[in-house]
T-cell receptor, first 110, second 115 residues
Framework: GENVEQHPSTLSVQEGDSAVIKCTYS??????FPWYKQELGKGPQLIID?????GEKKDQRIAVTLNKTAKHFSLHITETQPEDSAVYFC?????????FGAGTRLTVKP | DAEITQSPRHKITETGRQVTLACHQT?????MFWYRQDLGHGLRLIHY???????NKGEVSDGYSVSRSNTEDLPLTLESAASSQTSVYFC??????????????FGEGSRLTVL
């Protein structure tokens, strides 16, 4: 089955700086790559996703890039704000199976 | 507003007891999922359902069961709770057509402790 690895496990940045979280996947048939944000005590919420026919997608301060050849995808957050502090999960979908990375705890210091 | 709710939010039980976690969604989504969340493992799929009377095993289904008698509910049962099942459990739903990928809508989680 699919295996998703996510790095780093923790990330601390200064407010206003950029943050990058990287994920790799193993199944070349994976075709959908969402990113979820989980705030303390809440369930994960989708923040952005990308499909395998697209290389990059942006939504205001967040962007996702996908390199199918290398089987990795990344989340980029620019101009970070304290409210961006949360746990972020990447995931890869293939054949009715969505596998999640282990998560990255992002802390944005004011 | 449509929503997905889980109950109980917190539960402590003893080894060997049967436990049922409830999940109710009002979006009329066909697809419902149960995940467990553990440090270092992210979210792992336990069971899922693509419609009434349909249930499927996920990555970590041993010791768990689900039933789908209507569109709104997918209860998760631990037949004989074990300490290894101490975790935070999340229910999710989606309206994606079976086999297609799309947004998962998660509940707020149920924290289960098995002593």
């Amino acid at each position: 089955g699919e295996n998703v690895e996510q790095h780093p496990s923790t990330l601390s940045v200064q407010e206003g700086d950029s943050a990058v979280i990287k994920c790799t996947y193993s199944d070349s048939a994976s075709n959908y790559f969402p990113w979820y944000k989980q705030e303390l005590g809440k369930g994960p919420q989708l923040i952005i996703d990308i499909r395998s026919n697209v290389g990059e997608k942006k939504d205001q301060r967040i962007a996702v890039t996908l390199n199918k050849t290398a089987k990795h995808f990344s989340l980029h957050i620019t101009e970070t704000q304290p409210e961006d502090s949360a746990v972020y999960f990447c995931a890869a979908y293939s054949n009715n199976d969505m596998r999640f990375g282990a998560g990255t705890r992002l802390t944005v210091k004011p | 507003d449509a929503e997905i709710t889980q109950s109980p939010r917190h539960k402590i039980t003893e080894t060997g007891r049967q436990v049922t976690l409830a999940c109710h969604q009002t979006w009329n989504h066909n697809n419902m999922f149960w995940y467990r969340q553990d440090l270092g493992h992210g979210l792992r799929l336990i069971h899922y359902s693509y419609g009434v009377q349909d249930t499927n095993k996920g990555e970590v289904s041993d010791g768990y069961s689900v039933s789908r008698s209507n569109t709104e509910d997918l209860p998760l049962t631990l037949e004989s709770a074990a300490s290894s099942q101490t975790s935070v459990y999340f229910c999710a739903s989606s309206d994606r057509v079976g086999g297609a990928a799309g947004e998962l809508f998660f509940g707020e989680g149920s924290r289960l402790t098995v002593l």
